[in-house]
């Protein structure tokens, strides 16, 4: 407030005060009202005497001025005074007793804490990296942002589309677009009618999981998405982890486990980095048609490999028991949190049944623009564009970790996830190596305590800064290491 104001909030106050008998002064210190001010006075006067009722300094049965002694005192209209004793009144603050009149009602023990509004050094930000192998964005040199925002204006300048609420199950025009984009890219053999768009895969495995229902038990890897077991977790569905061997999960694993539901992403697999085999797609699907099992398949970036051809996706083969999850994060923009999710006919019912009660959590604006970008098959091109510069980023970092760790160094390769998952010889604890890299202004991807490797993705760092980052992390290594 500047020193004119100041000025005239206490004129003003004084001046009230000098109306009003000494018995009623008090209440009146707490009204500070600025005429000048861009706000409105009603709002003023309530917000002062709510403040008053929540610090403490008017208390329960409190009577309060009238209208008319309100509006006397800080010259301003009945009107002015009666809406914000009305909202307050509303709210609960105060009351109003017919022939009686107002009277404070809530009664504050402890003072609410207020935020401040601060710019500090407190405040957290958002970490910058020197060397950003987290995977948490995508390189700038893949996407055309001025042509993704070019579908997106398309759809803004079309107002009627934006004034009503999107469709809970995902934008029709959407789910046809993802049905041809998905059968041509991946294989995924379903209609429209069985997918359903999300704001994210998490989110997505919320919803499936309520869909199969609780005290269930879910099989995955010991490396799987860290996300979803944090949402199995949170559910409250008992976890487990399968056993694989150089072709993918294996059965007899799966045997002593007997879950109801199990994550694969058959695009990986841990010994080896290979995709899963046909042959034990197809003995997976049998198991869990036999033994009413739920196969979840993680197509994460399915699409994305580029050293040799994608298969078909497992729900291919299997349209009874398995549920297809999509996503376009690496593929288009990390920012773009569309993802999709493809149901078997037993689990559509279900979600039917549940369906009007869901809201959907994706844009609406983002998933028309994305059905157009699919629809003009911009996506194609832009797939083709991505696979040459992830090949050429991906023989960069294995070039550079073999240069400065020695070529006996292990690495497995996660093709369509833009990673490397590297054993370095002496270390044991890589969670403390990962504490350090952070430390020295080096972002890893986030993993579990136990998983003793060191996973790099090659998606956000550019080719360039490849080589340094890891001679960075090799100097590290080496310091913990003396």
Known sequence: MSYSRFLLCVLLKNKLNAKISKGDTMLYDFIIIDKTSSAPLYMQIYASIRRSVE??????NTKLPS???LSSGLEVSKTTVSAAYEQLCVEGYIKNKPQSGYYVEAQFENAPKKSENTHSSAIAQIKRYDYDFSGKSIDDKIINIDEWKKYVKEVINTGYMLMSYGEPQGETVLRNALQKYSLGVRSVNTSAENIVVGAGTQLLLYLLCSLVGTNKTVATAKSSYIQAEFIFKTLGLDIKYFDTDSKGITISSLEKIKPDMVLINPNFIAENGMSMPVS????????????DCIIIEDDYNGELRYSTHPMPCVQNYDIENTVYLGSFSKILLPSVRISYMVLPDKLLKKYRQISPYINQT????????LAKYLENRRLDAHLRKARRVYLEKSKQITDCVYKYFGSDTQIIFNETSLYISVKIKGISD?????????????????????????????SGISVDKIDAGIKRICDVIQQEKK
Request: hydrophobic share 40%; aromatic share 6%.
């Open 55 to 60: 610090n403490g300094s008017l208390v329960k």
């Open 362 to 369: 994706a844009s609406k604006t983002e998933q028309n623009a």
């Open 430 to 458: 890589y969670n403390e190596i990962r504490k350090k890299l952070d430390e020295n202004n080096i972002a890893v991807m986030p993993e579990k305590a136990e998983i003793n490797a060191l996973n790099l993705s090659f």
């Open 67 to 69: 209208v008319r002694q």
């Open 280 to 291: 034990r797609r197809l003995e997976l699907i049998k198991w869990a048609k036999e033994n």
